[in-house]
Each structure stands twice: as structure tokens, then as C-alpha cells.
């Protein structure tokens, strides 16, 4: 006797290869990819430095446009994401993050990453240096 008493309807049922559908509770910000950007300007290397030219951090502006009242601004308005202030260092937060959960370290890293979470900030180990980044 036939242990199959049914009729196989495979056929009609679509292989969906798409990722698992996320809940509506779900942030936004998690559907899209994260960019990574280094937070602070860096010194360029030995062998790019004679081709590169250091600008005026400040313009010269028109004496027509000095009459309207339009002045050189001589500050930029971006916040240096060094001003941030954690009570350890970038190097003990990264290593405090893999301590164990009984640990105080572990703790003090978890507030300090809160706290980079907060201002939209990251730390990522780039050949072996501990870097803040910028979480878009």
C-alpha cells in the first residue's frame, strides 16, 4: 500500500530567496547600510605630501560682498567628534567590551559605548589602532 494519500502541491508554492521580512517595529536606520567614515582629518603620508597644497582655512571676499554685510567665517560649524569626553580610554573601551559581564570594566565600556551611541559615534580597531567613526 502507498504511505502517500495526498496530492504534492510544491509546484504552486514559490522558493522565496529574499532575506527573513523584518517586524514594523523596527528602526529604519537598521534596513539601510551603514556608511563608515573616519571622524577626525589625518596627516597625509610621506609619498603623497609634495603633490598635495594646504589651502587658507579663511577666504578673501569682494569688497561689493564686505558692503551687504557678508563676512569669512573662519571656524567651521562641525563639531570635532574628539570633544566627546569617556571616562577610559578608546584602546580600554574596545578591550573592556570583551571583559566579562561580572566585570566593572565591562560595565564602564558599556556606558562609554552608550554614550558614543548617543552622539552618533562608533569605535572600529583599524590595523591594530582604535578608531571613533561616524554611525549614519
Do not use: C
Not at 46 to 56: G, T
Amino acid at each position: 500500500m502507498n504511505g502517500k494519500n495526498f496530492t504534492s502541491i510544491d509546484y504552486l508554492l514559490k522558493k522565496s530567496t529574499a532575506a527573513v521580512s523584518l517586524p514594523k517595529e523596527v528602526e529604519p536606520t537598521l534596513l539601510k547600510k551603514v556608511e563608515i567614515k573616519e571622524a577626525v582629518e589625518h596627516e597625509p603620508d610621506r609619498e603623497v605630501a609634495p603633490y598635495l597644497q594646504r589651502r587658507a582655512e579663511t577666504i578673501t571676499l569682494p569688497p561689493d560682498l564686505k558692503k551687504i554685510g557678508l563676512q569669512a567665517s573662519t571656524t567651521s560649524r562641525f563639531s570635532g567628534f574628539q570633544n566627546i569626553k569617556l571616562p577610559i580610554s578608546d584602546d580600554k573601551v574596545v578591550s573592556g567590551s570583551h571583559a566579562p559581564i561580572t566585570s566593572s570594566l565591562r560595565w564602564l565600556a558599556t556606558l562609554a559605548l552608550y554614550i558614543l551611541w548617543q552622539a552618533h559615534l562608533g569605535l572600529k580597531t583599524i590595523h591594530g589602532k582604535v578608531v571613533r567613526v561616524i554611525r549614519r
